[in-house]
T-cell receptor, first 112, second 113 residues
Framework: AQSVTQLGSHVSVSEGALVLLRCNYSSSVPPYLFWYVQYPNQGLQLLLK??????LVKGINGFEAEFKKSETSFHLTKPSAHMSDAAEYFCAVSVGGNDMRFGAGTRLTVKP | DTAVSQTPKYLVTQMGNDKSIKCEQN?????MYWYKQDSKKFLKIMFS???????INETVPNRFSPKSPDKAHLNLHINSLELGDSAVYFC????????????FGQGTRLTVV
């Protein structure tokens, strides 16, 4: 079955610094990849998704991710962190449409 | 006009009890899921239904029984609750296409005492 691995359970950056959250996937067929954000005591909200149309995907709140097949990666970046970006971030993979699998999550802390 | 709604939002119950969590989506999706999120925030898929048919049944104890009366509803019934069942349970829905995202409910925080 498909899976994703998120490197780093906790990432801390200063406000205004680059945000880089890492995600690597494993899939026997071309995957669809997603990044979700979860704020405290809330459900998951989609940030962006890769569906093979373009390898560089732009999402909400200034986030983007690049699909790199050679590296089996789909890392999430944001040029300048904002305090409001502090949350839990999840990478997810889907292949068959009925089976979406999530990584273990990365908690992003933003220091003033 | 909530897209995916689940009730209750909080549930505190004693060990051994039986409880249900309800989920409804008004998005016209044909796939619904239940996920369990533990205290370390790990999201584990439990079940996936497509048009009321069970598609995925992960290694979940058979005390957990999902029921889908129609494709807009997926309820989760839990028998003989155990301390380890304490978690946040999320319902989600999507179209049955791999490139479409899942929409999540707000979660049900289950505490077994």
């Amino acid at each position: 079955a498909q899976s994703v691995t998120q490197l780093g359970s906790h990432v801390s950056v200063s406000e205004g610094a680059l945000v880089l959250l890492r995600c690597n996937y494993s899939s026997s067929v071309p995957p669809y990849l997603f990044w979700y954000v979860q704020y405290p005591n809330q459900g998951l909200q989609l940030l962006l998704k890769y569906t093979s149309a373009a390898t560089l995907v732009k999402g909400i709140n200034g986030f983007e991710a690049e699909f790199k097949k050679s590296e089996t990666s789909f890392h999430l970046t944001k040029p300048s962190a904002h305090m409001s970006d502090a949350a839990e971030y999840f990478c997810a993979v889907s292949v068959g449409g009925n089976d979406m699998r999530f990584g273990a999550g990365t908690r992003l802390t933003v220091k003033p | 006009d909530t897209a995916v709604s689940q009730t209750p939002k909080y549930l505190v119950t004693q060990m051994g009890n039986d409880k249900s969590i309800k989920c409804e989506q008004n998005l016209g999706h044909d796939t619904m899921y239940w996920y369990k999120q533990d205290s370390k925030k790990f999201l584990k898929i439990m079940f996936s239904y497509n048009n009321k048919e069970l598609i995925i049944n992960e290694t979940v104890p058979n005390r957990f029984s999902p029921k889908s009366p129609d494709k807009a509803h997926l309820n989760l019934h839990i028998n003989s609750l155990e301390l380890g069942d304490s978690a946040v349970y999320f319902c989600a829905s999507s179209l049955s296409q791999g490139d479409t995202e899942a929409f999540f409910g707000q979660g049900t925080r289950l505490t077994v005492v």
